[in-house]
């Protein structure tokens, strides 16, 4: 018999959490962050639109973390 299991999105859904958490002690907020839906089992994330100003506080925050030593 063959196994049939249906796909989700654990994996999207436990990185929205991760993102989240790391943007919020960044300070930044997005507000329509969360798991493409319409792409389900697919593992995509939806960052969503953002407000210019958290577009660039998100650029200077992985900036940042890209210079850490």
């Known amino acids: ?3 049939t299991r249906e796909p989700d ?4 859904r436990d990185a929205v959490e991760v993102l989240r958490a790391a943007l919020n002690q960044a300070g930044i907020v997005l507000p329509s962050l969360g798991v493409d839906d319409a792409s389900f089992g697919t593992g995509l994330v939806n960052l969503g639109r953002v ?4 577009a660039c506080r998100l650029a200077d925050a992985i900036r940042q973390g ?4």
């Not at 407000?51 to 958290?54: F, G, L, Q, T, V």
């Not at 890209?66 to 030593?69: I, P």
């Open 51 to 54: 407000r210019a100003d958290n």
């Open 9 to 12: 999105n654990t994996e999207a």
């Open 1 to 3: 018999m063959v196994s």
């Open 66 to 69: 890209g210079q850490r030593a």
